[in-house]
């Protein structure tokens, strides 16, 4: 089945300890990206890659640090969390068609 | 700047009428336009694409959506509504970076609630 997998899918954490938010998709997508959805802000774009080593910054990408060496991976590396960083998380990958497929989330609370 | 507006928090409508979801875009030229629905605890699921052609694009579940260009509106709309509608909508268009790169803009969503 082609899909786009998070982990973990619920996660609590204090601030200060690092964690990775990981992504994987089996579609053999370029282009993945993360966005954070929080009430009343929609989904912001934290970070995107066009494929392997090609990442670019999204609209809120402090704080956040990803990386793409391989085509189906793309983990979200939060160094340091902060409570502000408390929020629900999408990965989502796509292809040239340009419609995303997006995993099933990952509620992060920073205590 | 490049934006997406959905002026909308939340839509009532009864079952069984016709129900719309606006959104209004800015992007700086010609825009990819989409429509993702998200159920609860689940991810976003995409619904239906403006990408060029016919005005009017349908997509899934009996949902369709009109371009306007000079409105610069991509309002969702389903003759019929279901119980099974209600969800969160969420209005997102493509932008085509100069240097060939592209990210996407979603609006801050709207929730359609639809009354048996």
């Known amino acids: 089945e082609a899909q786009v997998t998070q982990n973990p899918r619920y996660l609590i954490t204090v601030t200060g300890k690092k964690l990775t938010v990981t992504c994987s998709q089996n579609m053999n997508h370029e282009y993945m990206s993360w966005y954070r959805q929080d009430p009343g802000l929609g989904l912001r774009q934290i970070y995107y890659?066009?494929?392997?080593?090609?990442?670019d910054k999204g609209d809120v990408p402090e704080g956040y640090k990803v990386s793409r060496k391989e085509k189906r991976n793309f983990p979200l590396i939060l160094e340091s969390p902060s409570p502000n960083q408390t929020s629900l998380y999408f990965c989502?990958?796509?292809?040239?068609?340009?419609?995303?497929?997006f995993g099933a989330g990952s509620r992060l609370t920073v205590l | 700047a490049q934006s997406v507006a959905q002026p909308e928090d939340q839509v009532n409508v009864a079952e069984g009428n016709p129900l719309t979801v606006k959104c209004t875009y800015s992007v700086s030229g010609n825009p990819y336009l989409f429509w993702y629905v998200q159920y609860p605890n689940r991810g976003l699921q995409f619904l239906l694409k403006?990408?060029?052609?016919?005005?009017l694009v349908k997509g899934s579940y009996g949902f369709e959506a009109e371009f306007n260009k000079s409105q610069t509106s991509f309002h969702l709309k389903k003759p019929s509504a279901l119980v099974s509608d209600s969800a969160l909508y969420f209005c997102a268009v493509r932008d085509m970076g100069g240097s060939g790169t592209y990210k996407y803009i979603f609006g801050t969503g709207t929730r359609l609630k639809v009354l048996a």
């Open positions: 989502a990958s796509g292809s040239g068609a340009n419609v995303l497929t």
């Open positions: 403006y990408i060029t052609g016919d005005n």
């Open positions: 890659s066009m494929n392997v080593e090609v990442t």
